[in-house]
């Protein structure tokens, strides 16, 4: 069987509903200091950019205790960080799959990046949840998986979602 990948994939005009490994060491004024993980991402992103589509990346960072409030767990830095990789603004959803996350999927056109909040402040993400992976599938045509480093874990984003 032969291995499709997201260049082989037609996404003009469509939603990639991209799983990144995202999970990068933050210091303690929350800045990342080592981005290696976000540009390793960047040639999956750049690709369905570059073909007129549109990207929603969702990934985990750290293990949170449920407070979706606590910065230090926060994907919010990885978007500026992104942002400047690629020389273009991208967006950031302060939830995964509430009203600011809707709103900015809805508002997201071809050529733009949007990333969710950190899936694990969901519990949804950990339990495998059929219901929440079903809200992030909702988001997008096409489903790719970029994160390797995280395929043996059972989260809903990783095995329900697909």
Known sequence: MAKKTIENVD???KAVL???????????NLKITDDRRVRM???S???VLQRGGRVILMSHLGRPTGDAGDAKYSLKPT??????????DVAFATDTVGPDAK????????GQVLILENLRFNAGEKKGDAAFAGELAAFADIYCNDAFG??????A???AVP
């Open 11 to 13: 996404v003009a005009g």
């Open 45 to 47: 992103i750049q690709s």
């Open 150 to 155: 995280t395929c043996h874990r059972t989260d």
């Open 79 to 88: 978007a500026a960080c992104l942002g400047g990789l690629l020389g273009q």
């Open 18 to 28: 991209m799983r990144v490994d995202f999970n990068v060491p933050l210091d303690e």
């Open 103 to 110: 709103a900015k999927v809805a508002a997201l056109k071809d």
């Open 41 to 43: 991402a960047l040639p």
């Open 157 to 159: 984003s990783m095995v």
